[in-house]
């Protein structure tokens, strides 16, 4: 038996397509429709069919729904909730693919306190952004942590993680701040060391008239790669998740000062021996088939 039958998205960029691409492909007889604030985007949604029905309003959008995802920038998700509150069907659940949760699960348990909220993060995604940059294979062999709250009841989390399961990907439970502290490292620190290398390279291209950003390849690509991310979204994740990622940046600078003592002092040991344990770490990522970008790309064109 399905989970749910009647599911709304509200925000129809990357990760609200993906879901809807991906409902209809592994759900097709469930019933999907779409709300975003963006008129443009509502357009872009109805010309490719992209749900059963695009609504004008948050509120329109979930007034059958078993179950709403939200799918805005986490600083958006307060305000998403407040509009669809009177609305909302006493039984249907609402869960949402924030990538920070603490911040998330305050607003939605302060603005929904009667709701069933099941709050859940797909760790999906690419650098673009918008309904047309979705895909229905992002989820496939993909993490998504479940954060239910200390009052989510058994059975919706239950659900909710059997419809993650049914989009292909392997569902993981975790306390919101525990996820917030890992994803602060995995995830929210590389995207600000991207930001800024990105940055510090074209500032120095405009002091020295040189051609750094033209003759970059392999390593500086990836991180333009990273750094072409969406600005808002990100701007809502270091704002949502200020203690994790001011902590992790503080274990990342005293590390930094150490490989900087280790060239100052040409210590090539304590280089080599840093460098081979950081190779051996990205093997066994690789062994338990969680990066492979080559493999993603192939997945969008399936
Ligand atoms: N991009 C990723 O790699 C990724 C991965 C996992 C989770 N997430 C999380 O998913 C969420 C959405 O990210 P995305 O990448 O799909 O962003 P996106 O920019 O592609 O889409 C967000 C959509 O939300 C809409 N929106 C903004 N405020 C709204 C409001 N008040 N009401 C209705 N619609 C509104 C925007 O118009 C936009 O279409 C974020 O919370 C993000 O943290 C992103
Ligand atoms: O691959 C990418 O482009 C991503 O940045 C995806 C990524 C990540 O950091 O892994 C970004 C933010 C999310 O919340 C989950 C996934």
Redesign the pocket.
Known sequence: MLPFSRVSI???????SSIARAVRQSMPTVRLTG????AA?REVARRIDLTDDVADT?GAAVIDADLVIL????G?MG??AAAIAPDLPDDAIVSD???CKTSVAQALSAVLPEARVVPA??????EQ???E?GFATLFRGRWCIVTPLPGSDAAATARVEEFWRRLGADVERMAPDHHDLVLAVTSHLPHLIAYTIVGTADDLEQVTQSEVIKFSAGGFRDFTRIAA??P??WRD?FLANKDAVLEMLQRFSEDLSQLQRAIRWGDGDALFDRFARTRMIRRSIVDQGQDDPAADFGRRHD
């Open positions: 509200i925000g129809l960029g990357l990760i609200g709300h975003d604030a963006s985007v948050a799918c805005v920038p986490v958006a305000d998403v693919v924030g990538s993060h797909p760790v999906a995604g690419t952004s918008g309904p940059a991310s969406d808002t979204m994740v």
